[in-house]
């Protein structure tokens, strides 16, 4: 079926390079609850923050600042910039690993962070600003049930995600239950859940719909070695228990890595890990990502993951998140609105359009199956902002977490690393102000191609990166059968995100 592109407001002014809060400015529809303008920003310029008076909700009375938030190292991986090193760094470890969140203490964090010159600040903890950077929209302004978010962060607590959430104007928001590094966690404090079953009452988040946790990068379902395959299935059990104390009901993860054995058996443990911890729980829904990679990464196509739901005994207990950026650089085109169409229609006839439980709103540095995971500012790669006015007009989306993972990161003013959360709040806005938009129409077409814009010369980077690497392994193959095979498998191991 073909999205809905009929719209009688488009709203976005922004195209300078400076930021335009639009908000109060231009009403985005009828309703007197409204959404806001939308907003995207260069990156460097963006110091405004949204003030707001506007729009009451009762989500934002609780303000921010009532409660003590640390936040300590930031995001999830955002991925993204980990795959244009991975040639360098598949020795250090640290670095292909995605960063860590959870409960971890700002001491523990500079203490097991390895150095990194650019994120030498982010371990420094700070309060989050009483003032949100944007309100919540109310999901009934707007035409089609779009919840959408942001991975945000859970330092000092599993309940700050939620304070974090709505310091961003996020309708749906993952997290991490626990370090990402660490195979051994303390359990959530009693404190820290009471707080978030609070605070999700609060703030009306409706967690067992609107919050989709991400599973632990250490863990590897398909790991084939006993110890090991006992040690991952621990740590996802471990996650699961978390989300059913937590009243989440969707808990996300990668399905694995064959570690170069046959892709069936790989499959077979993942479903045997997932029914075993299926019943040793009641509720919790084990959502499959789909991946970018290729060689051993079990994920990166709808029939990988079709073969584990296929083994699965409870099929109400498994489901699948696409990751827009993935199945992008996996081969699924989602750029035009018949090709979004298309790819839709594959995943109903493969997987099934019923398991569809979440999404991961993510734009591409990398050009099209380049099997490669670089997540991109929305509408600023190389899939750009009409894939996403797909997403967001396609109705069969409604009401699923939507969470952004995108990169946050930009120069501080001394020249270090900071995170700029503006940028997740913005982009909310931005994604929002899609829905009901008419894509044909000049001011649409300003804006994609001021994104484009933004992010060019990262993708001729990456673009070049992919040409040569592709004439590398052509080479190579040629030379020697078997060069490409290892290659690849060498690639996936930095996956992530
Ligand atoms: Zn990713
Ligand atoms: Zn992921």
Same mark, same amino acid.
């Given at each position: 079926?073909?999205?809905?592109?009929?719209?009688?407001?488009?709203?976005?002014?922004?195209?300078?390079?400076?930021?335009?809060?639009?908000?109060?400015?231009?009403?985005?529809?009828?309703?007197?609850?409204?959404?806001?303008?939308?907003?995207?920003?260069?990156?460097?310029?963006?110091?405004?923050?949204?003030?707001?008076?506007?729009?009451?909700?009762?989500?934002?009375?609780?303000?921010?600042?009532?409660?003590?938030?640390?936040?300590?190292?930031?995001?999830?991986?955002?991925?993204?910039?980990?795959?244009?090193?991975?040639?360098?760094?598949?020795?250090?470890?640290?670095?292909?690993?995605?960063?860590?969140?959870?409960?971890?203490?700002?001491?523990?964090?500079?203490?097991?962070?390895?150095?990194?010159?650019?994120?030498?600040?982010?371990?420094?903890?700070?309060?989050?600003?009483?003032?949100?950077?944007?309100?919540?929209?109310?999901?009934?302004?707007?035409?089609?049930?779009?919840?959408?978010?942001?991975?945000?962060?859970?330092?000092?607590?599993?309940?700050?995600?939620?304070?974090?959430?709505?310091?961003?104007?996020?309708?749906?928001?993952?997290?991490?239950?626990?370090?990402?590094?660490?195979?051994?966690?303390?359990?959530?404090?009693?404190?820290?859940?009471?707080?978030?079953?609070?605070?999700?009452?609060?703030?009306?988040?409706?967690?067992?719909?609107?919050?989709?946790?991400?599973?632990?990068?250490?863990?590897?379902?398909?790991?084939?070695?006993?110890? +090991? @395959?006992?040690? *991952?299935?621990?740590?996802? $059990?471990?996650?699961?228990?978390?989300?059913?104390? /937590? !009243?989440? =009901?969707?808990?996300?993860?990668?399905?694995?890595?064959?570690?170069?054995?046959?892709?069936?058996?790989?499959?077979?443990?993942?479903?045997?890990?997932?029914?075993?911890?299926?019943?040793?729980?009641?509720?919790?829904?084990?959502?499959?990502?789909?991946?970018?990679?290729?060689?051993?990464?079990?994920?990166?196509?709808?029939?990988?993951?079709?073969?584990?739901?296929?083994?699965?005994?409870?099929?109400?207990?498994?489901?699948?998140?696409?990751?827009?950026?993935?199945?992008?650089?996996?081969?699924?085109?989602?750029?035009?609105?018949?090709?979004?169409?298309?790819?839709?229609?594959?995943?109903?006839?493969?997987?099934?359009?019923?398991?569809?439980?979440?999404?991961?709103?993510?734009?591409? +540095? @990398?050009?099209? *199956?380049?099997?490669?995971? $670089?997540?991109?500012?929305?509408?600023?790669?190389? /899939? !750009?902002? =009409?894939?996403?006015?797909?997403?967001?007009?396609?109705?069969?989306?409604?009401?699923?977490?939507?969470?952004?993972?995108?990169?946050?990161?930009?120069?501080?003013?001394?020249?270090?690393?900071?995170?700029?959360?503006?940028?997740?709040?913005?982009?909310?806005?931005?994604?929002?102000?899609?829905?009901?938009?008419?894509?044909?129409?000049?001011?649409?077409?300003?804006?994609?191609?001021?994104?484009?814009?933004?992010?060019?010369?990262?993708?001729?980077?990456?673009?070049?990166?992919?040409?040569?690497?592709?004439?590398?392994?052509?080479?190579?193959?040629?030379?020697?059968?078997?060069?490409?095979?290892?290659?690849?498998?060498?690639?996936?191991?930095?996956?992530?995100?």
């Amino acid at each position: 079926m073909m999205p809905c592109l009929q719209s009688p407001t488009s709203v976005y002014l922004l195209l300078s390079t400076r930021i335009v809060h639009t908000d109060s400015e231009v009403p985005l529809r009828k309703s007197p609850r409204k959404t806001k303008g939308a907003i995207m920003e260069d990156s460097v310029a963006r110091t405004t923050i949204s003030k707001a008076s506007r729009t009451s909700k009762v989500e934002t009375k609780t303000r921010a600042a009532k409660r003590k938030v640390v936040e300590t190292s930031p995001e999830p991986e955002i991925a993204s910039e980990e795959e244009t090193e991975i040639k360098q760094v598949k020795k250090r470890k640290t670095l292909v690993k995605p960063k860590v969140e959870g409960e971890q203490s700002a001491a523990e964090e500079l203490k097991t962070v390895a150095p990194k010159k650019q994120r030498a600040t982010k371990t420094k903890a700070k309060p989050e600003d009483a003032m949100p950077l944007a309100e919540r929209t109310a999901i009934a302004s707007l035409k089609k049930a779009m919840r959408i978010g942001a991975h945000v962060s859970s330092a000092g607590g599993v309940h700050n995600s939620i304070t974090n959430a709505v310091h961003i104007g996020a309708n749906a928001f993952a997290l991490f239950l626990k370090s990402q590094r660490k195979w051994q966690n303390p359990p959530i404090t009693a404190e820290a859940r009471d707080g978030f079953r609070n605070l999700s009452k609060t703030h009306k988040f409706e967690v067992h719909q609107h919050c989709l946790p991400h599973g632990s990068y250490l863990v590897n379902l398909a790991q084939a070695e006993k110890e +090991k @395959a006992d040690q *991952a299935y621990g740590a996802f $059990l471990d996650d699961l228990q978390r989300c059913e104390s /937590l !009243g989440i =009901r969707l808990y996300n993860f990668h399905p694995g890595n064959t570690n170069g054995d046959a892709r069936d058996a790989a499959i077979g443990r993942i479903a045997a890990q997932l029914n075993r911890a299926h019943k040793a729980t009641k509720t919790v829904v084990t959502v499959l990502e789909n991946m970018a990679g290729q060689g051993n990464v079990v994920g990166s196509t709808f029939e990988d993951l079709r073969d584990i739901i296929a083994l699965i005994d409870d099929k109400t207990r498994v489901g699948v998140c696409i990751d827009t950026c993935h199945a992008f650089a996996a081969g699924y085109d989602l750029r035009s609105p018949e090709a979004f169409a298309a790819t839709m229609a594959k995943f109903d006839e493969v997987v099934g359009s019923k398991y569809l439980r979440a999404l991961h709103l993510n734009d591409s +540095k @990398a050009p099209f *199956a380049s099997h490669r995971d $670089l997540h991109a500012n929305i509408g600023t790669g190389f /899939l !750009g902002l =009409r894939a996403f006015h797909n997403v967001m007009n396609y109705n069969s989306l409604v009401e699923l977490p939507m969470v952004l993972e995108t990169p946050i990161d930009r120069p501080g003013p001394d020249g270090k690393t900071v995170e700029d959360k503006q940028i997740w709040a913005d982009e909310i806005k931005l994604l929002e102000s899609l829905i009901g938009m008419d894509a044909e129409t000049a001011e649409f077409s300003a804006l994609e191609e001021k994104l484009q814009a933004q992010g060019a010369s990262e993708r001729t980077k990456v673009q070049d990166q992919v040409d040569r690497k592709g004439a590398k392994d052509a080479k190579k193959a040629s030379a020697k059968p078997r060069g490409k095979k290892k290659k690849a498998e060498e690639d996936s191991d930095g996956e992530s995100g």
